[in-house]
């Protein structure tokens, strides 16, 4: 079964908006990451943030942790349509192996 | 340029026959997974490498093995591929418990999209 859960399944912005996907997991978690994967190709991590943060930034990346209510945010702002993608959270627990989920796919138009 | 090297990109297959997917990586990690993409259902793990001389098993590992021979080395084999094993498959490692505080962040190879008949 699924660990992370990402909402929304798909996602059309205009170039310059931001973007906000949502993840949601189960169980609990030593750190949380997203990855991208652009159409064809390999994932490529973006993120990560742990148990015991609630908010990250990274250039137009921002992410944020509740732990309380098991999920997750990953805000892209002021959207480029190379930001065109498919965005995974994949959660991670000590000792054990990442669970992903099956991913939002943003859509930025120029 | 350091990462992973899958092969083969794409290849038909059919039912029945054995297959074997190569995966290489540069970086000297310790840790390399194989994962299987299929449309509304993420990446699922088949089966990982915590070091050389091991392997376990993921979340769907039935009708697939591994070995784990090298550092570098990570090859998934099909003893007997069937049209449900149709999917796109990555490789992927990481510096297992040595990166961030002990984070583990994987790297993926391009991918190895196959098809059974």
């Known amino acids: 079964s699924q660990q992370g859960e990402e909402d929304p399944q798909a996602l059309s912005i205009q170039e310059g908006e931001n973007a906000t996907m949502n993840c949601s997991y189960k169980t609990s978690i030593n750190n949380l990451q997203w990855y991208r994967q652009n159409s064809g190709r390999g994932l490529v991590h973006l993120i990560l943030i742990r148990s015991n943060e609630r908010e990250k930034h990274s250039g137009r990346l921002r992410v944020t942790l509740d732990t309380s209510k098991k999920s997750s945010s990953l805000l892209i702002t002021a959207s480029r349509a190379a930001d065109t993608a498919s965005y995974f959270c994949?959660?991670?627990?000590?000792?054990?192996?990442?669970?992903f989920g099956p991913g939002t796919r943003l859509s930025v138009l120029p | 340029i350091a990462g992973i090297t899958q092969a083969p990109t794409s290849q038909i297959l059919a039912a029945g026959r054995r297959m074997t997917l190569r995966c290489t990586q540069d970086m000297r990690h310790n840790a390399m997974y194989w994962y299987r993409q299929d449309l509304g259902l993420g990446l699922r793990l088949i089966h990982y490498s915590n070091t050389a001389g091991t392997t376990g098993k993921g979340e769907v590992p039935d009708g697939y093995s591994v070995s784990r021979a090298n550092t570098d080395d990570f090859p998934l084999t099909l003893a007997s591929a069937v049209p449900s094993q149709t999917s796109v498959y990555f490789c992927?490692?990481?510096?297992w418990g040595r990166g961030e505080s002990g984070a583990n962040v994987l790297t993926f190879g391009a991918g190895s999209r196959l098809t059974v008949l």
């Open positions: 992927a490692s990481s510096d």
């Open positions: 994949a959660t991670d627990f000590y000792g054990q192996n990442f669970v």
